[in-house]
């Protein structure tokens, strides 16, 4: 069965610092999905990448897939407040999708 | 507004009893799924569904029962709740089974 391995599993970062999270898949990738999950909330749907080399932005936030590595790259520029909370990977598996643990970020202001 | 809400959202039960908890989506997307999410483990899938009284089961579906009778209801019961069973558990939906899935904002149950 598909596995998704994300890293790190924590971090904390100073305002306004980038900060990348990984995601890496055991198997291939045919399309992944990142959410952002904010303490006692439901998971809020970010981006979905499906071709190699795919690129997509929303504000601040930059994903990319690199289907070779079997992997995806979350990148968050100029870290605010905001960004806080939990990223989670998500990648199709037949009619379902497998998660990633999460990484858990905080933002120092 | 339209969307997907779990009810309720705070539960606190014995464990033996049953339970039940409740998903409702007005999108009426075709997939439904239930999952679980522990410290640790993640988000674990329960069981899902690709239309109504179509089900399927998940990584974890023991001690789980489903029923979709409905297109945009998608129960999860605890027939005889137990302690392992504590955990916030999420609903989803989507209109594919390969595609995004839209949350609710989840049920925290504590079986004590």
């Known amino acids: 069965s598909q596995e998704l391995e994300q890293s790190p599993q924590s971090l904390i970062v100073q305002e306004g610092k980038n900060l990348t999270i990984n995601c890496t898949s055991s198997?291939?990738?045919?399309?992944l999905y990142w959410y952002k999950q904010k303490y006692g909330e439901g998971l809020i749907f970010l981006m979905m990448?499906?071709?190699?080399?795919e690129e997509k932005s929303h504000e601040k936030i930059t994903a990319k897939l690199d289907e070779k590595k079997q992997q995806s790259s979350l990148h968050i520029t100029a870290s605010q407040p905001s960004h806080a909370g939990i990223y989670l990977c998500?990648?199709?598996?037949?009619?379902?999708?497998?998660f990633g643990a999460g990484t858990i970020l905080r933002v120092k202001s | 507004d339209a969307g997907i809400t779990q009810s309720p959202r705070y539960k606190i039960t014995e464990t033996g009893r049953q339970v039940t908890l409740m998903c409702h989506q007005t999108?009426?997307?075709?997939?439904m799924f239930w999952y679980r999410q522990d410290l640790g483990h993640g988000l674990r899938l329960i069981y899902y569904?690709?239309?109504?009284?179509?089900?399927d089961k998940g990584e974890v579906p023991d001690g789980y029962v489903v029923s979709r009778s409905k297109t945009e209801n998608f129960p999860l019961t605890l027939e005889s709740a137990t302690r392992s069973q504590t955990s916030v558990y999420f609903c989803?939906?989507?209109?594919?089974?390969?595609?995004?899935?839209?949350f609710g904002d989840g049920t925290r149950l504590s079986i004590l």
């Open positions: 989803a939906s989507s209109g594919a089974g390969s595609g995004p899935q839209h």
């Open positions: 198997k291939t990738l045919y399309g």
């Open positions: 990448l499906q071709k190699g080399g």
């Open positions: 998500g990648a199709d598996n037949g009619n379902k999708l497998v």
């Open positions: 999108w009426s997307h075709s997939y």
């Open positions: 569904s690709a239309a109504a009284d179509i089900t």
